[in-house]
């Protein structure tokens, strides 16, 4: 048993903010409230802590199997349990691609392995990502996954998309889509803008995304399936997921730490800065800032996305794109978000936990009966990130050696502390 | 006071002071063209790495007899042979390179930036030979001295820049490094390789959308090399180039007499420039050409010679901006 004390328990779902007490009786919750005591259970003390909900990520990259030069379910999950998430949904551009059933199930042996957090893959729309047939996809849901993506690339077609969601309406599970025009696209590190006129570095343009959003939110239409955009990353996108939304349909939407807190102006020739979607412009910041804050937007997702440090320290357009992102995801929303006042401290919570929850069609809260998951954090703690000494395999991260108010102070999945700073 | 060079990478973060001095370091070197003789022993002793990743023969001529008329060994890596060909890394090849101790590296790489992720990573000086669709340095240097030569001055000159402006490195240099001696650049070229936001880069850029509105009172006209291999992407006629953009004798007249032509080649003669003027009396590529061993030997003794050597002629001081 598992005492968590004299924190501020922050729950979205119930709306309570409230100085309270939670007892953990083996993987569940099996009390809340004031003044709780147990005399068998292990006490932590979250005096001056924030205690919410189990933090969940709806899109990383933990390369396993296939790339474990750079990332492995074991070290990638010990990486997100540093960062406070009790729940990975890891993308399917493995090798092979998650696209079967038996590569899904060997994800969710590897991460039942590791123990430390929980790992809900994210299966294939289509056979190894390719564009052309339906993967198996209702065996994939059986073996564990949550949702459906091609992410690295677009759902290649309007018409696979169709059947894609079509499909996984009849399954309800929800369809996530990396939007880009690749002809649009077509061979860019950067966003086109002056910045990358500057670098002499090629653009894309920030329709490459926007156009492929007006698509999906069409297929929506034809459909009535659940579509999720991920790592959305430009005001043009936000407003057509608005406008979706409006007219009642299922569109949820995900930012990343990285887009609300870099732009293009913030490039340099230096492959940390290359990500995909790339860092958009100063209004797209500002745009997707403040659809954190009304509601626009649905959850924060890291894209972590772990390079070796040899794949990423080449010339700027020949490195792959993507940075970690577990560890630095909270520390940014605190530093960049909260304590500017951009964002309350409720609604940064509800963003990396019932938000992320409602776009897979489940709860999470704290309650009794409810799974042990919790997440712990300090929004004071003053902190520096070392790359260095995190658990990742990779190191490609813009954010190596920036200084943090706020951080994830102690991690609880399935009523165990799995991350104690 | 002047700040020493380390490297050079690009234009952009020079200072006006920097750029006149590398200008006046050049002069007795021009001089020095014309002696029967063409060798010093300033650089004796020193070894030059030449590495080309990308394709050059003008470039690499250019920097070899520099090297070489300064008394400095050279080592040649060429994109044809270059390990890069068996999928060696860059970082890999300029530490083999720095490995055999070259005193400083002259880099030309189709990626924009290789040269700054080059010279963070290593100890010895770079100098940029055109990287990517980023900066043409020494480009833009000998041109200038082209210019002031000619002009007497930089200061307050209408430049016109023609052509693929988007993806050309020489005009980003040349922009950067005119505007900051306060010329009035003026840009023109198809529409999709002349985007707005190129009059960003610099104070007193500007873009016009007919040729005659270029060509009218400019003082220097800077024609840009056609990359023949983007007018298929997407695809653009060559006729249609001709007809709209090629740099003609009449056209030219809208400049006046006075006015200069310069083309950092190689020319595609009778495609962006027609060969009556590339061969007229107001072109200046073959002046751009001497030039450009000047501010080479220039660069070099001064990177790669530094204050210790005593050999070398002293720099001219007069004739400053």
Known sequence: MLLIKNGRVLDPSSNTDASLDVLLDSSRISKVGANLSEANAEVFDAAGMIVAPGFIDLHCHLREPGQELSETIETGTRSAARGGFTVVCPMPNTQPVNDSASVTRGIVERAAAAGTVRV????????????????????MQEAGIVAVSDDGKPVATARLMRQVMDYCRGLDLPVIDHCEDPSLFAGGVMREG??????????????????????????????????HIAHMSTSASLEYVRAAKKQGLPVTCEVTPHHFTLIDEDVRYDSHYKMNPPLASREDRAALIEGLADGSVDAIATDHAPHHPSSKDVEFDRAPFGIIGFETALALGLSELVHPGKLSLKRLVELFTTGPARVLG?????????????????????????????????RNTPFDGRSFRGAPMATIVAGRIVYRR | MLQRLQHLLGIEDLTREQIAFILDQAKPFQEFHRHPLKKLATLRGKTVALAFFENSTRTRISFATAAARLGADTMNLQAESSSLKKGESLLDTVWTLEAMRPDGIVIR????????????????????????THEHP????????????????????????????????????????????GARITLYGPAMWVPRELETLAPNVGRVSHIDEAL????????????????????LAAEEYILQYQLTSERLRLAGPNALVLH?????????????????PQSCVLEQVTNGLAIRMALLYHLVGGAASEAAPSPATTGKE
């Not at chain 1, 190894?128 to 065996?139: Q, R």
């Not at chain 1, 003053?382 to 395999?393: H, I, L, Q, Y």
Request: hydrophobic share 40%; with cysteine; net charge neutral.
């Open chain 1, 120 to 139: 809900w893959p994210i299966g294939a729309a289509s056979v190894g990502s390719k564009g052309e047939a339906l993967a198996e996809i209702a065996a």
């Open chain 1, 362 to 394: 489940i709860e999470r809260k704290i309650a009794p009966d409810e799974p042990g998951d919790l997440t712990i954090f300090s929004p004071n703690h003053a902190w520096t990130f070392r790359a260095a000494d995190s658990p990742s395999k990779s």
């Open chain 2, 216 to 235: 009218d009172g400019a003082d220097v006209i800077i024609v840009l090399r056609v990359q023949t291999e983007r007018l298929h992407e997407p695809a």
């Open chain 1, 194 to 227: 002056p910045r990358s006129i500057r670098l002499g570095l090629k653009g894309i343009p920030a329709q490459s995304e926007s156009i492929c959003v007006v698509r999906d939110v069409e297929v929506a239409k034809l459909t009535g399936a659940r579509l």
């Open chain 2, 264 to 280: 950092p080649g190689p020319m595609n003669r009778g495609l962006e420039i027609d060969p009556s003027v590339a061969d007229g």
């Open chain 2, 109 to 132: 790489h189709s990626s924009s930036g290789a040269p700054e992720f080059v010279a963070q990573r290593l100890g010895v000086p770079v100098v940029n030979a055109g990287d990517g």
């Open chain 2, 138 to 181: 020494t480009q833009a240097l000998l041109d200038a001295l082209t210019i002031r030569d000619r002009k007497g001055k930089l200061e307050g000159l209408r430049v016109t820049i023609l052509g693929d402006i988007l993806h050309s490195r020489v005009a980003r240099s040349n922009i950067h490094l005119l505007s900051k001696f």
